[in-house]
T-cell receptor, first 115, second 115 residues
Framework: TQLLEQSPQFLSIQEGENLTVYCNSS?????LQWYRQEPGEGPVLLVT?????EVKKLKRLTFQFGDARKDSSLHITAAQPGDTGLYLC???????????????FGKGTKLSVKP | SQTIHQWPATLVQPVGSPLSLECTVE??????LYWYRQAAGRGLQLLFY??????ISSEVPQNLSASRPQDRQFILSSKKLLLSDSGFYLC??????????????FGPGTRLTVL
């Protein structure tokens, strides 16, 4: 059972376009992280969101945590070739009122931005 | 600032040979440490995690084992490698705590090929 569903799995766009990727679950998370990974390297943390409804911005990237803390989205404005990579979301589940301590990872969205 | 190191970066080993991958963290004390395996540039599978020296939890029964001989050192081992052990191995750390947001920070990874 995949607890975190990411969509789309693959996305190929032209430079300058906008895009949104989604991370959905039926489980509630105490926090959710977004990472970007380039081939042959480890994932790099982009943002952590912890409050339902929270919106965080990182230059052209906007992250939103759903009100119910079950889902999240990543919106990129005016995508650039440097945004190319695998975007992973990961959630920390709430178990019996406390954080489980381990992250649940989605399978990722592979983004390609062509010049 | 905190840094995480993994070595070797790449490794090619014959089937049946032993394995030892090392991960060290600098700039923090008593971190939680994690080993993941990533298949074909997709999602991460948690293999082991540790909340302290000598404390190892295994998430998936397999041909691998982990040890934590020092506070900031985490080792992934195998006595006899299988073809199916090939993959990209990632070490990660998070702030040691009993709960709360569990943002994890990843090392650069080790690409293991078993022939």
């Amino acid at each position: 059972t995949q607890l975190l569903e990411q969509s789309p799995q693959f996305l190929s766009i032209q430079e300058g376009e906008n895009l949104t990727v989604y991370c959905n679950s039926s489980s509630v998370f105490s926090s959710l992280q977004w990472y970007r990974q380039e081939p042959g390297e480890g994932p790099v943390l982009l943002v952590t969101v912890v409050t339902g409804g929270e919106v965080k911005k990182l230059k052209r990237l906007t992250f939103q945590f759903g009100d119910a803390r079950k889902d999240s989205s990543l919106h990129i404005t005016a995508a650039q070739p440097g945004d190319t990579g695998l975007y992973l979301c990961a959630g920390s589940r709430i178990i019996y009122g406390g954080s489980q301590g381990n992250l649940i990872f989605g399978k990722g969205t592979k983004l390609s931005v062509k010049p | 600032s905190q840094t995480i190191h993994q070595w070797p970066a790449t490794l090619v080993q014959p089937v049946g040979s032993p394995l030892s991958l090392e991960c060290t963290v600098e700039g923090t004390s008593n971190p939680n440490l994690y080993w993941y395996r990533q298949a074909a540039g997709r999602g991460l599978q948690l293999l082991f995690y540790s909340v302290g020296i000598g404390q190892i939890s295994s998430e998936v029964p397999q041909n691998l084992s982990a040890s934590r001989p020092q506070d900031r050192q985490f080792i992934l081992s195998s006595k006899k490698l299988l073809l199916s052990d090939s993959g990209f191995y990632l070490c990660a750390w998070s702030v040691g705590s009993s709960g709360g947001a569990d943002t994890q920070y990843f090392g650069p990874g080790t690409r293991l090929t078993v022939l």
